[in-house]
């Protein structure tokens, strides 16, 4: 029998899926999980009742959730849209995967993710906002940890949050690493932890600029960034990660801070309305 306390969570890669799930039980509900295999962190089987499958499995996933008396899901979590060009077999897709892909007219996240989230209501689940149930996730306006950006870095901030947020606008990505007011790296399916990298290798010292969409769907795909995404800047040499203040989700963020502190990187939540005193600091 369905139930409104049955959490439905469709969980990719990272923490957000156990950080949803243990605040959906710290509530008193219970979590019933689509898990994909080699993506899902399986840590998770101890915070929900998992059905482990392969991301193409669409019609093995409603069936699950159905079962479990699931009326409410959340997506929470990366899954790696590269797949469907590198290695599409590997996601296994069933005839429902293949008849919403079809549908499509261009194979944007937001085009993916909507027909998805679509298909899934008219067969009596809602998606809820992926931030509805962890707010406090949502990272503020000003420095994360003790350090600061520099003059140079402001600058770069200014001048790359708005190609951020036009580079989102297009559903292309939503990271953008720049150094000296020049692009390094621009998002797009690789993702950001990838686009950081290649930055890295053009030159050191890029500020990395995450923002959400101008129309973001709060059901998914909501910015996030953790330590794996501190991991990709050590690695690429980033000096400052500007990210969009009160829309970007913000991970483990003891261990984020304290790692970010320990390198001297900047962890700044930025809000685009001050943009201009930014730039003029």
């Not at 799930?21 to 998770?44: E, M």
């Not at 261990?255 to 600091?281: C, K, N």
Request: include cysteine.
């Amino acid at each position: 029998m369905s139930s409104p306390a049955v959490l439905g969570l469709i969980a990719g890669r990272g923490s957000l899926p156990l950080e949803v799930a243990r605040c959906a039980r710290g509530r008193g509900r219970r979590v019933a999980a689509i898990a994909f295999h080699g993506q899902t962190d399986p840590q998770l089987e101890e915070e929900a009742e998992i059905t482990w499958l392969h991301p193409g499995e669409v019609g093995s996933a409603l069936a699950a959730l159905q079962e479990a008396g699931v009326r409410e899901a959340v997506m929470a979590g990366k899954v790696p849209k590269a797949g469907l060009y590198a290695d599409p077999a590997a996601l296994r897709p069933d005839a429902e995967a293949l008849a919403l892909l079809s549908s499509l007219r261009d194979r944007r996240d937001d085009s993916i993710l909507a027909a998805l989230a679509n298909w899934l209501e008219e067969r009596g689940i809602r998606l809820l906002g992926q931030a509805e149930l962890v707010p406090g996730l949502l990272g503020g306006e000003g420095p994360l940890g003790r350090t600061s950006l520099g003059p140079e870095q402001r600058a770069d901030v200014a001048f790359g949050f708005p190609i951020a947020k036009q580079i989102a606008g297009l559903d292309i990505g939503q990271t953008v690493v720049v150094k000296d007011g020049a692009v390094l790296a621009v998002e797009a399916i690789e993702g950001t932890d990838a686009a950081i990298r290649r930055a890295g290798r053009i030159g050191a010292g890029g500020c990395v600029v995450k923002v959400a969409k101008p129309r973001q769907d709060p059901r998914f795909d909501v910015p996030a960034i953790g330590p794996d995404t501190l991991a990709a800047m050590l690695e690429a040499r980033a000096s400052a990660l500007a990210f969009e203040a009160g829309r970007t989700l913000v991970l483990e963020r003891e261990a984020l801070v304290r790692a970010a502190d320990g390198h001297g990187i900047a962890l700044v939540g930025v809000a685009a309305e001050r943009l201009p005193s930014l730039e003029g600091a």
